[in-house]
């Protein structure tokens, strides 16, 4: 379930699009713009386009059904991608009025002096450009807009079933700005900057550093009813659009007693050892795995303390003793245990159907995106493999141990660490920490999920060294065929689709990339990905397409 909006740790700068007067004032160019006109933000000239963005869309308004997929044929986006970008399933229901993070492509198209999100949206009967835009899209868009992003279509000439773009006003953050995504947000009634500040927990004083001051109230509420407004220039109907930066918001964790920790694991008893130096432990009635380490090693802790997703396994608490110098590290209890175990273990892998193993994949592809692109300084987690992968009840994925994560990009080091296997060759050989080496080790977890397998034999065999030569070599017409010779026996009497495997065997080379610069980011990972899962439920034996080169032809 989505936590409330006001409870929701964001790291991400948030564009508030507001509908408030706005006073005449100089604008810029270096700073985040706000838009001179009705017709969105100003492109920048140092902002980075294309770029991820998000819009805040309330459920349940203007007809459009309480479910994921028909918010996301709205805004053209997968029902898969909604419930990653909200922490929910995509079976769930938003509740009326629920906020969600619809995510979005935004760009900068040629000719185009605004940045934004193109939408294609199909007129009803009774559809305008201004009711569209102000009742369906809840003023993400303004019917001015509309009109000059399709010059040949007649605003008041419009057919039944004609294609229209819809551009959802967006903007890129530039590199001076610190931010890794922004939000577009439409004011509501009763909103103000003091509001804001205390919703998202930023200093009300950045609203005004990048807005200018607050003057008058807002022009509209959700649903498109007018209010209150004052008098102003720039924009039609003396709009004002509101830009906010939002910085990290943490959760005050637990903190234990050592005593709990002793009475909750036996003394730290054997019996109780999970793995390594993480111990299950039972403390009022809750199940938790501690995690023991030395105090230098909390460094572990201030990585945590930035990070907050579904896909990643869930900081708690802590606890210090101060006599000996222990930390202890207090996580959520993750049922399944890892998944490296559940892989090897011959009795367990049927339940990792080949639906599962997709799904695990498309999980961690979400953890390792939202550490690398939404938050800031990003975080390279230096040791993804199928042992820090944990699999919960409903054998979903979150990515466990940050242990030997980094914050920061592009940095290079002398003290080389990791499993053998999983280590990028260019962090082998230059010590080079970026995120593609994150990327080189999950293309290795994508080998394992496919093979069942191990990375590195006892004999020091690589997994990787085997798929080259019997998999991603060859005739690109023949790679179902070779992947579905390669897979795991365990696959061989399910309902796996061929091309579903074969895309992800697709995916697995584009990581694997020995040159780090030809990788994909996981953002492109996860939209491949979440494209297979779709066409898996029509079994057509089709997947998304990946070129002989190794590139995600995902977008």
């Given at each position: 379930?989505?936590?409330?909006?006001?409870?929701?740790?964001?790291?991400?700068?948030?564009?508030?699009?507001?509908?408030?007067?706005?006073?005449?004032?100089?604008?810029?160019?270096?700073?985040?713009?706000?838009?001179?006109?009705?017709?969105?933000?100003?492109?920048?000239?140092?902002?980075?386009?294309?770029?991820?963005?998000?819009?805040?869309?309330?459920?349940?308004?203007?007809?459009?059904?309480?479910?994921?997929?028909?918010?996301?044929?709205?805004?053209?986006?997968?029902?898969?991608?909604?419930?990653?970008?909200?922490?929910?399933?995509?079976?769930?229901?938003?509740?009326?009025?629920?906020?969600?993070?619809?995510?979005?492509?935004?760009?900068?198209?040629?000719?185009?002096?605004?940045?934004?999100?193109?939408?294609?949206?199909?007129?009803?009967?009774?559809?305008?450009?201004?009711?569209?835009?102000?009742?369906?899209?809840?003023?993400?868009?303004?019917?001015?807009?509309?009109?000059?992003?399709?010059?040949?279509?007649?605003?008041?000439?419009?057919?039944?079933?004609?294609?229209?773009?819809?551009?959802?006003?967006?903007?890129?953050?530039?590199?001076?700005?610190?931010?890794?995504?922004?939000?577009?947000?439409?004011?509501?009634?009763?909103?103000?900057?003091?509001?804001?500040?205390?919703?998202?927990?930023?200093?009300?004083?950045?609203?005004?550093?990048?807005?200018?001051?607050?003057?008058?109230?807002?022009?509209?509420?959700?649903?498109?009813?007018?209010?209150?407004?004052?008098?102003?220039?720039?924009?039609?109907?003396?709009?004002?659009?509101?830009?906010?930066?939002?910085?990290?918001?943490?959760?005050?964790?637990?903190?234990?007693?050592?005593?709990?920790?002793?009475?909750?694991?036996?003394?730290?008893?054997?019996?109780?050892?999970?793995?390594?130096?993480?111990?299950?432990?039972?403390?009022?009635?809750?199940?938790?795995?501690?995690?023991?380490?030395?105090?230098?090693?909390?460094?572990?802790?201030?990585?945590?303390?930035?990070?907050?997703?579904?896909?990643?396994?869930?900081?708690?608490?802590?606890?210090?003793?101060?006599?000996?110098?222990?930390?202890?590290?207090?996580?959520?209890?993750?049922?399944?245990?890892?998944?490296?175990?559940?892989?090897?273990?011959?009795?367990?892998?049927?339940?990792?159907?080949?639906?599962?193993?997709?799904?695990?994949?498309?999980?961690?592809?979400?953890?390792?995106?939202?550490?690398?692109?939404?938050?800031?300084?990003?975080?390279?987690?230096?040791?993804?493999?199928?042992?820090?992968?944990?699999?919960?009840?409903?054998?979903?994925?979150?990515?466990?141990?940050?242990?030997?994560?980094?914050?920061?990009?592009?940095?290079?080091?002398?003290?080389?660490?990791?499993?053998?296997?999983?280590?990028?060759?260019?962090?082998?050989?230059?010590?080079?920490?970026?995120?593609?080496?994150?990327?080189f080790a999950y293309g290795v977890v994508l080998l394992e999920l496919v093979s069942g397998r191990e990375a590195a034999g006892d004999g020091g065999e690589l997994l990787l060294a085997d798929a080259e030569e019997r998999v991603f070599r060859g005739r690109e017409d023949r790679l179902e065929a070779r992947a579905a010779a390669w897979m795991d026996p365990v696959l061989a009497d399910q309902n796996c689709p061929p091309g579903s495997v074969a895309t992800v065997m697709?995916?697995?080379?584009?990581?694997?990339?020995?040159?780090?610069?030809?990788?994909?980011?996981?953002?492109?990972?996860?939209?491949?990905?979440?494209?297979?899962?779709?066409?898996?439920?029509?079994?057509?034996?089709?997947?998304?397409?990946?070129?002989?080169?190794?590139?995600?032809?995902?977008?």
């Open positions: 379930m989505m936590m409330p909006l006001t409870r929701r740790r964001l790291l991400a700068t948030l564009l508030c699009l507001c509908a408030l007067p706005s006073p005449a004032r100089s604008q810029n160019a270096s700073a985040t713009p706000a838009p001179a006109s009705v017709e969105g933000f100003n492109c920048s000239a140092n902002g980075t386009y294309p770029c991820q963005a998000y819009a805040l869309y309330r459920a349940g308004f203007a007809g459009v059904p309480l479910d994921l997929a028909a918010v996301g044929d709205l805004f053209g986006v997968s029902r898969f991608m909604l419930a990653h970008a909200n922490n929910l399933s995509t079976s769930a229901a938003p509740a009326a009025g629920q906020p969600l993070l619809v995510p979005l492509q935004c760009g900068c198209p040629s000719g185009s002096p605004n940045a934004y999100a193109p939408t294609q949206y199909q007129i009803s009967s009774g559809d305008t450009f201004w009711i569209v835009s102000v009742t369906k899209l809840q003023n993400l868009t303004q019917y001015q807009a509309v009109e000059r992003v399709n010059p040949t279509v007649v605003p008041t000439k419009l057919e039944v079933a004609d294609m229209v773009t819809f551009p959802i006003f967006c903007q890129c953050p530039t590199a001076a700005q610190n931010a890794t995504a922004l939000v577009t947000y439409v004011m509501q009634q009763g909103d103000t900057y003091a509001s804001i500040a205390a919703a998202f927990a930023v200093d009300a004083q950045s609203l005004v550093s990048l807005n200018g001051p607050e003057r008058g109230t807002q022009l509209f509420s959700e649903g498109g009813r007018s209010g209150k407004s004052a008098s102003g220039s720039g924009g039609v109907g003396g709009e004002r659009f509101l830009v906010s930066d939002i910085s990290e918001w943490l959760d005050k964790y637990r903190v234990f007693k050592v005593e709990e920790l002793e009475r909750g694991t036996d003394g730290f008893d054997d019996a109780h050892l999970i793995q390594g130096s993480v111990y299950k432990a039972n403390i009022g009635g809750e199940v938790f795995a501690v995690k023991k380490m030395k105090w230098d090693a909390c460094e572990e802790l201030k990585i945590l303390q930035k990070v907050n997703h579904s896909n990643l396994v869930k900081l708690e608490g802590f606890c210090i003793n101060t006599a000996t110098g222990d930390c202890f590290l207090v996580y959520e209890y993750v049922e399944n245990g890892s998944l490296d175990l559940c892989l090897l273990d011959r009795a367990r892998a049927p339940r990792l159907d080949w639906r599962t193993r997709l799904h695990i994949a498309l999980d961690l592809a979400h953890g390792l995106q939202y550490i690398h692109e939404h938050t800031w300084p990003r975080v390279v987690h230096k040791d993804v493999k199928s042992s820090n992968v944990l699999l919960d009840a409903r054998m979903r994925a979150k990515i466990a141990n940050f242990g030997l994560a980094k914050t920061g990009h592009n940095a290079v080091t002398t003290h080389i660490v990791g499993t053998q296997g999983y280590i990028a060759p260019e962090y082998l050989v230059d010590g080079l920490v970026t995120t593609k080496m994150d990327v697709g995916v697995a080379r584009a990581c694997l990339q020995r040159d780090p610069a030809k990788r994909p980011s996981m953002v492109d990972v996860a939209y491949t990905l979440s494209r297979a899962d779709e066409y898996f439920a029509d079994y057509s034996g089709e997947s998304v397409s990946v070129d002989g080169s190794g590139e995600i032809a995902a977008r």
